[in-house]
């Protein structure tokens, strides 16, 4: 295991016989999920995934992997594979499918069937492999078999990557549900088979490596949400995820026992669940799901409202209903239940629309305070289960935290994996697997990659910084006629200001400033404008932080009169 400390280089040309393991997200986050594996002069990805922003990164939509070291080995890539269909894992593929349209997917029924809906959204008609539990795939250099693993989506899928250099498996997302809704369970005996075979690198699902025990099932969460739709008085309004099948199900299977009627609300959660039921996948029963705009004619005790938004996303519908700006307007005795975990980073945003909420008189239920809710990942104990059935040779925990990663690696020593064997990795950085070993070789460009609106990259850690100095100081622009001979102002400078807290005589010690700023410019025989404006910005930016303990955004415009 690499020092942290320890600065790594770009790694050397990869030998003949070794696999290289790059992740380029999901390692020191929840999200973003994406893996590079290289063989062979040949690249295969496993799932290319979203990070969602948090509070210190306002205006951004969604944050993508780094692309950068595979964009000028496109052409290599042999395909994606696609474990499941969670934001977090096919949310970025729209963008890598730009740069190369024709890298063929390879992923189960409902897995493709999400994306192919999202990438129609981007005008894109994918190259797709659709793969069962059990099968397995050529995919040039790199030989596939798929394992059926139980997750929060169905269709979920483990996948054995065979090389020359030796086998790797991936868990991706999973649990070990044994009392699982859609009666498929994570396949051990498959997982017992592989590691009989010899697995020589494990990868494996590090989210809940801290949680001890084994995850809760699905289904000893329906009393919980049955008590919901029995009390409520009047209507229930659910948030998850718009890819949360299971837990959808539950929530129709509810609504139609308390006699209420179900409208899917957004746009994204209207296509999944269409796609669901189209694939048999959610079973609904016939007249339960009305139009939107039909139910809400109908009394507030037969109403059953499912959004999106679980996460505090600004856009999504549950925070405009909060905010008032929804045509769904929240009021006294709606019951609003989330039935969606936490995802480390969303806390405050997800906080603060229950506080909304409660204040516009709607009781609130979610896993702080109700069972509705259960993990789709594997809690220690079934880490545990796992490590000793496959007896991996090495281990490289992904899908977490850094604290994540670090239980997940105590667990595997602990199970016998030596301590040499077990590799925790950060993004971009490269895992060599040779002769059976695997190591760190180096690492390659793996920053955040923003999508603000329409542009992809544009906005960078500057960018933001400055949103956050806006946001926390407002901004002031300091506009100084001159004359050109002299520097000297020939009006009162005059200072701009928006949401900067100030009264009439703010500015008066900050315009002395200005005018020795400039002076200084006119002894320094300073002519470029951009330079004299930007020794103005400095002047005041200091006076304001030294006078007031205030940091606005400070812009400075000069013109010759």
Known sequence: MPSPRKKLTPPARLPKNGMRITPLGGLGEVGRNMTVFEHAGKLMIVDCGVLFPEEHQPGIDVILPDFTSIRDRLDDIECIVLTHGHEDHIGG???????RADIPLIGSELTLAFITAKLKEHRITPKTI?????????????????????????DSLAVAIRTKAGTVLCTGDFKMDQFPLDGRITDLRAFARLGEQGVDLFLTDSTNAEVPGFTMSERDLTPAIDQVFASSPRRVI?????????????VLDAAHAAGRKVAFVGRSMVRNMAIARDLDYLDIPKGLVVDFRKIQ????HKITL???GSQGEPMAALARMANGDHQIQVGEGDTVLMASSLIPGNENAIYGIINKLTDLGANIVHKGNAKVHVSGHASAGELVYCYNIVRPKNVMPVH??????????????????????VVIAQDGVTVDLIDGKARVSGKVEAGLVYVDGQTIGAATEDTLAERRLLSGGGVVTVV?????????????????????????????????????ALARAKTDKVEDIAEIEESIVETVSSYLRRTYRREPAVQAVVVDA
Do not use: W
Not at 93 to 99: F, G, Q
Not at 238 to 250: G, N, P, Y
Not at 400 to 421: D, F, I, M
């Open 400 to 421: 977490g935290e850094s604290k994540h990663l670090h239980a997940n690696a105590e667990l595997a020593r602990r199970t016998g994996v030596p301590e040499q064997n």
């Open 480 to 516: 100084a006629l001159i004359d050109p001979k002299t520097y000297k102002p020939v009006e009162p400078v005059e200072f701009l200001s928006k949401g900067f807290v100030h009264d009439k005589r703010t500015f008066e010690g900050a315009e002395a400033q200005v005018t020795k």
């Open 297 to 300: 004619s109908m009394p507030d």
């Open 306 to 308: 499912i959004c999106t």
């Open 93 to 99: 593929v729209p963008y890598l499918l730009k740069e």
């Open 238 to 250: 659910v948030s998850s995820f718009a890819s949360h099948v299971h837990r959808i199900q539950q």
């Open 130 to 154: 659709q793969v069962e539990a059990g099968q397995k795939h050529k995919a040039g250099v790199f030989d596939l078999e798929f394992v059926a693993v139980n997750h929060s989506i169905p």
